[in-house]
T-cell receptor, first 111, second 112 residues
């Protein structure tokens, strides 16, 4: 059974701070890693993806992958109240393996 | 122009009824999915269709039956609805070589 684990939160950070969201996965053969953001009552939207070990930056977001530790993280710099949402980590193996999602971490950015 | 559209957005029905949810994507993607999101926000894969063929069928009750008339459409039919079927159902699509899935806006199903 492939599993993706996340701390459910809520994670509260002050405006302007760095929010750090973590995710671990059980399947060592996983190859693709995604972070989705989901606002309450809305659908998940893709914000970052990473395939290789190391860091990948896009604007205020940085995804970090460590395959040896089976660990993925998302850093949000200069957090804004509009970043308040649930962040879902998703992991996929090769080919047509569908994404397996974690239960999400609820982030609250306090103004 | 909506990329992945689902109808209806809300569905309230009584136990024992049969209902369908429709999904259409205009992205030209070759794979479509149905996910169920429970009250604790856990998104779980139900079905995956690649070029109209079922390639994944996670352990969902056989009261749920996906139907794909063509690669742009994936509908979900549910027989004999139960209280535990209440959830938000998301349709999604993807294309080989393109990162991630595009999700529809979801169908909130409430069984009373």
């Amino acid at each position: 059974q492939k599993e993706v684990e996340q701390n459910s939160g809520p994670l509260s950070v002050p405006e302007g701070a760095i929010a750090s969201l973590n995710c671990t996965y059980s399947d060592r053969g996983s190859q693709s890693f995604f972070w989705y953001r989901q606002y309450s009552g809305k659908s998940p939207e893709l914000i970052m993806f990473i395939y290789s070990n190391g860091d990948k930056e896009d604007g205020r977001f940085t995804a970090q992958l460590n395959k040896a530790s089976q660990y993925v993280s998302l850093l949000i710099r200069d957090s804004q109240p509009s970043d308040s949402a649930t962040y879902l980590c998703a992991v996929s193996g090769s080919g047509n393996t569908p994404l397996v999602f974690g239960k999400g971490t609820r982030l609250s950015v306090i103004a | 122009d909506t990329a992945v559209s689902q109808t209806p957005k809300y569905l309230v029905t009584q136990m024992g009824n049969d209902k369908s949810i429709k999904c259409e994507q205009n992205l030209g993607h070759d794979t479509m999915y149905w996910y169920k999101q429970d009250s604790k926000k856990f998104l779980k894969i139900m079905f995956s269709y690649n070029n109209k063929e079922l390639i994944i069928n996670e352990t969902v009750p056989n009261r749920f039956s996906p139907k794909s008339p063509d690669k742009a459409h994936l509908n979900l039919h549910i027989n004999s609805l139960e209280l535990g079927d209440s959830a938000v159902y998301f349709c999604a699509s993807s294309q080989a070589g393109v990162a991630g899935y595009t999700f529809g806006s979801g169908t909130r199903l409430t069984v009373v």
